[in-house]
Protein backbone atom coordinates (compact mmCIF):
# COMPACT_ATOMS: atom_id res chain seq x y z
CA UNK A 1 0.00 0.00 0.00
CA UNK A 2 1.24 3.39 -0.78
CA UNK A 3 1.19 6.32 2.02
CA UNK A 4 3.01 9.53 2.35
CA UNK A 5 3.79 11.23 5.72
CA UNK A 6 4.00 14.99 5.74
CA UNK A 7 5.19 14.99 9.78
CA UNK A 8 4.89 19.15 10.49
CA UNK A 9 1.34 21.07 10.00
CA UNK A 10 2.63 23.71 10.05
CA UNK A 11 6.26 25.42 9.25
CA UNK A 12 7.66 29.08 10.26
CA UNK A 13 10.70 30.30 8.38
CA UNK A 14 11.79 34.33 8.35
CA UNK A 15 12.35 35.37 4.69
CA UNK A 16 15.54 35.38 3.75
CA UNK A 17 16.48 31.93 5.41
CA UNK A 18 16.31 28.57 3.81
CA UNK A 19 13.35 26.48 4.47
CA UNK A 20 12.98 22.42 4.60
CA UNK A 21 9.08 20.92 4.14
CA UNK A 22 9.45 17.31 4.92
CA UNK A 23 8.24 14.12 3.65
CA UNK A 24 8.54 10.22 3.92
CA UNK A 25 6.57 7.83 1.38
CA UNK A 26 5.69 4.26 1.58
CA UNK A 27 5.22 2.36 -2.07
CA UNK A 28 5.55 -1.34 -2.93
CA UNK A 29 8.21 -0.41 -5.84
CA UNK A 30 9.90 2.57 -6.88
CA UNK A 31 8.72 5.46 -6.48
CA UNK A 32 7.39 8.75 -8.64
CA UNK A 33 7.53 11.31 -6.29
CA UNK A 34 5.83 14.66 -6.98
CA UNK A 35 5.73 18.38 -4.70
CA UNK A 36 2.62 20.83 -5.40
CA UNK A 37 1.79 23.65 -3.73
CA UNK A 38 -1.59 25.44 -2.90
CA UNK A 39 -2.32 29.37 -3.11
CA UNK A 40 -5.56 29.67 -0.77
CA UNK A 41 -9.10 28.69 -2.77
CA UNK A 42 -6.92 27.57 -5.33
CA UNK A 43 -6.13 23.75 -7.10
CA UNK A 44 -3.09 22.63 -6.95
CA UNK A 45 0.28 23.80 -8.80
CA UNK A 46 3.29 21.05 -9.80
CA UNK A 47 6.57 22.34 -8.60
CA UNK A 48 8.61 19.16 -9.63
CA UNK A 49 9.11 15.67 -9.11
CA UNK A 50 11.56 12.79 -9.30
CA UNK A 51 11.23 9.87 -11.06
CA UNK A 52 14.82 8.37 -11.63
CA UNK A 53 18.56 9.15 -12.02
CA UNK A 54 19.93 12.32 -10.27
CA UNK A 55 18.58 12.61 -6.39
CA UNK A 56 18.74 16.44 -6.45
CA UNK A 57 15.61 17.68 -8.79
CA UNK A 58 15.18 21.30 -8.95
CA UNK A 59 11.41 22.64 -9.89
CA UNK A 60 9.75 25.85 -9.80
CA UNK A 61 10.20 29.22 -8.17
CA UNK A 62 14.03 28.09 -7.02
CA UNK A 63 12.39 24.90 -5.24
CA UNK A 64 14.55 21.89 -4.94
CA UNK A 65 13.98 18.21 -3.41
CA UNK A 66 16.12 15.39 -2.29
CA UNK A 67 15.29 12.10 -2.89
CA UNK A 68 16.64 9.50 -0.36
CA UNK A 69 15.93 6.03 -1.00
CA UNK A 70 17.59 4.68 2.33
CA UNK A 71 15.28 6.74 4.37
CA UNK A 72 12.32 7.22 1.88
CA UNK A 73 12.36 10.69 2.11
CA UNK A 74 12.00 12.84 -0.83
CA UNK A 75 12.26 16.95 1.66
CA UNK A 76 10.83 20.13 -0.37
CA UNK A 77 13.99 22.71 0.00
CA UNK A 78 14.43 26.37 -0.97
CA UNK A 79 17.87 28.54 -0.19
CA UNK A 80 16.02 31.68 0.79
CA UNK A 81 12.71 32.12 1.40
CA UNK A 82 10.55 34.73 0.29
CA UNK A 83 7.02 35.92 1.92
CA UNK A 84 5.19 34.93 -1.19
CA UNK A 85 6.44 31.40 -0.92
CA UNK A 86 3.75 31.11 1.92
CA UNK A 87 1.12 28.58 0.97
CA UNK A 88 -0.03 24.97 1.43
CA UNK A 89 2.59 22.08 0.31
CA UNK A 90 1.83 18.47 -0.73
CA UNK A 91 4.00 15.70 -1.05
CA UNK A 92 2.49 13.18 -3.44
CA UNK A 93 3.52 9.22 -4.68
CA UNK A 94 2.57 7.53 -6.81
CA UNK A 95 4.04 3.50 -7.84
CA UNK A 96 6.17 3.17 -11.05
CA UNK A 97 3.92 0.42 -11.80
CA UNK A 98 1.27 2.78 -13.10
CA UNK A 99 -1.37 2.52 -10.42
CA UNK A 100 -3.69 5.40 -11.12
CA UNK A 101 -4.06 6.59 -8.09
CA UNK A 102 -1.73 9.56 -6.90
CA UNK A 103 -1.37 9.36 -3.14
CA UNK A 104 -0.94 13.06 -0.98
CA UNK A 105 0.41 13.52 2.18
CA UNK A 106 -1.70 16.27 4.01
CA UNK A 107 -0.36 18.92 3.28
CA UNK A 108 1.84 21.21 5.34
CA UNK A 109 1.29 25.07 5.93
CA UNK A 110 4.11 27.28 5.28
CA UNK A 111 4.58 30.51 6.37
CA UNK A 112 7.20 33.04 5.34
CA UNK A 113 7.91 36.12 8.20
CA UNK A 114 8.89 39.04 7.28
CA UNK B 1 -2.30 24.50 -24.68
CA UNK B 2 -4.70 22.04 -22.69
CA UNK B 3 -6.33 24.14 -20.01
CA UNK B 4 -8.72 22.66 -17.45
CA UNK B 5 -12.50 24.25 -16.45
CA UNK B 6 -14.05 23.34 -13.39
CA UNK B 7 -17.72 25.07 -12.68
CA UNK B 8 -19.13 25.88 -10.39
CA UNK B 9 -16.69 27.61 -8.23
CA UNK B 10 -18.59 28.23 -5.48
CA UNK B 11 -21.88 26.03 -4.36
CA UNK B 12 -24.25 26.40 -1.67
CA UNK B 13 -26.67 23.43 -1.47
CA UNK B 14 -29.27 22.41 1.59
CA UNK B 15 -28.95 18.67 2.65
CA UNK B 16 -30.97 16.53 0.57
CA UNK B 17 -30.82 18.44 -2.70
CA UNK B 18 -28.81 16.79 -6.21
CA UNK B 19 -25.26 18.18 -6.90
CA UNK B 20 -23.54 18.46 -10.55
CA UNK B 21 -20.15 19.92 -10.71
CA UNK B 22 -18.46 19.80 -14.17
CA UNK B 23 -15.06 19.78 -15.27
CA UNK B 24 -13.64 20.11 -18.80
CA UNK B 25 -10.63 19.74 -20.40
CA UNK B 26 -9.40 21.00 -23.54
CA UNK B 27 -6.32 20.88 -25.79
CA UNK B 28 -5.59 17.47 -25.60
CA UNK B 29 -7.43 14.17 -26.60
CA UNK B 30 -8.44 11.07 -24.68
CA UNK B 31 -6.88 12.21 -21.05
CA UNK B 32 -7.06 10.28 -17.69
CA UNK B 33 -9.20 12.15 -15.10
CA UNK B 34 -9.66 12.24 -11.87
CA UNK B 35 -12.04 13.91 -9.13
CA UNK B 36 -10.19 14.64 -5.46
CA UNK B 37 -11.71 15.96 -2.37
CA UNK B 38 -10.15 17.84 0.26
CA UNK B 39 -11.42 18.14 3.54
CA UNK B 40 -11.43 20.76 5.79
CA UNK B 41 -8.22 21.23 7.23
CA UNK B 42 -6.07 20.28 3.92
CA UNK B 43 -6.16 16.00 2.86
CA UNK B 44 -6.50 15.08 -0.66
CA UNK B 45 -8.50 11.91 -1.01
CA UNK B 46 -9.15 10.38 -4.58
CA UNK B 47 -13.13 9.69 -5.41
CA UNK B 48 -13.24 8.49 -8.99
CA UNK B 49 -11.37 8.18 -11.81
CA UNK B 50 -11.18 7.44 -15.37
CA UNK B 51 -9.06 6.62 -18.76
CA UNK B 52 -12.17 6.41 -21.04
CA UNK B 53 -15.44 7.69 -22.28
CA UNK B 54 -17.68 5.47 -19.85
CA UNK B 55 -14.92 4.09 -17.88
CA UNK B 56 -15.55 4.91 -14.28
CA UNK B 57 -13.36 3.83 -11.08
CA UNK B 58 -14.51 4.57 -7.58
CA UNK B 59 -11.98 4.53 -5.28
CA UNK B 60 -13.90 4.97 -2.09
CA UNK B 61 -17.73 4.44 -1.64
CA UNK B 62 -19.74 6.98 -0.77
CA UNK B 63 -22.68 9.13 -1.59
CA UNK B 64 -21.29 10.58 -4.73
CA UNK B 65 -20.97 9.22 -8.68
CA UNK B 66 -18.94 10.00 -11.62
CA UNK B 67 -19.75 10.26 -15.01
CA UNK B 68 -17.54 10.40 -18.52
CA UNK B 69 -19.96 11.23 -21.07
CA UNK B 70 -17.94 12.98 -23.36
CA UNK B 71 -13.57 12.56 -23.87
CA UNK B 72 -13.12 15.83 -22.22
CA UNK B 73 -15.87 16.11 -19.99
CA UNK B 74 -15.82 14.69 -16.22
CA UNK B 75 -19.36 15.05 -13.80
CA UNK B 76 -19.37 14.69 -9.99
CA UNK B 77 -23.10 14.14 -9.08
CA UNK B 78 -25.22 12.90 -5.82
CA UNK B 79 -28.72 12.28 -5.95
CA UNK B 80 -29.03 13.47 -2.42
CA UNK B 81 -26.00 15.81 -0.39
CA UNK B 82 -25.03 15.11 2.71
CA UNK B 83 -23.29 17.44 4.98
CA UNK B 84 -20.31 15.50 5.11
CA UNK B 85 -20.30 16.12 1.44
CA UNK B 86 -18.98 19.65 2.42
CA UNK B 87 -15.14 20.27 0.72
CA UNK B 88 -13.33 21.48 -2.05
CA UNK B 89 -13.34 19.53 -5.02
CA UNK B 90 -10.68 19.42 -7.65
CA UNK B 91 -10.55 17.86 -11.20
CA UNK B 92 -7.49 16.77 -12.65
CA UNK B 93 -5.97 15.17 -15.47
CA UNK B 94 -3.15 13.58 -17.18
CA UNK B 95 -2.06 12.79 -21.13
CA UNK B 96 -0.74 8.89 -21.31
CA UNK B 97 -0.19 5.98 -19.15
CA UNK B 98 -0.25 6.83 -15.33
CA UNK B 99 2.76 7.02 -13.38
CA UNK B 100 5.46 9.86 -14.22
CA UNK B 101 3.01 12.68 -15.62
CA UNK B 102 2.09 15.19 -13.57
CA UNK B 103 -1.62 16.24 -12.60
CA UNK B 104 -2.83 19.08 -13.82
CA UNK B 105 -5.76 20.52 -11.42
CA UNK B 106 -8.14 22.62 -12.31
CA UNK B 107 -9.10 25.83 -9.87
CA UNK B 108 -11.58 23.83 -7.80
CA UNK B 109 -15.11 23.81 -6.58
CA UNK B 110 -16.26 24.86 -3.29
CA UNK B 111 -19.49 23.16 -1.85
CA UNK B 112 -20.94 24.13 1.82
CA UNK B 113 -24.34 21.44 2.63
CA UNK B 114 -25.73 23.00 5.17
Given at each position: AQSVAQPEDQVNVAEGNPLTVKCTYSVSGNPYLFWYVQYPNRGLQFLLKY????NLVKGSYGFEAEFNKSQTSFHLKKPSALVSDSALYFCAVRE????NNLFFGTGTRLTVIP | SQTIHQWPATLVQPVGSPLSLECTVEGTSNPNLYWYRQAAGRGLQLLFYSVGIGQISSEVPQNLSAS????RQFILSSKKLLLSDSGFYLCAWEK????ANVLTFGAGSRLTVL
Open positions: ITGDSSGA | RPQDGRPG
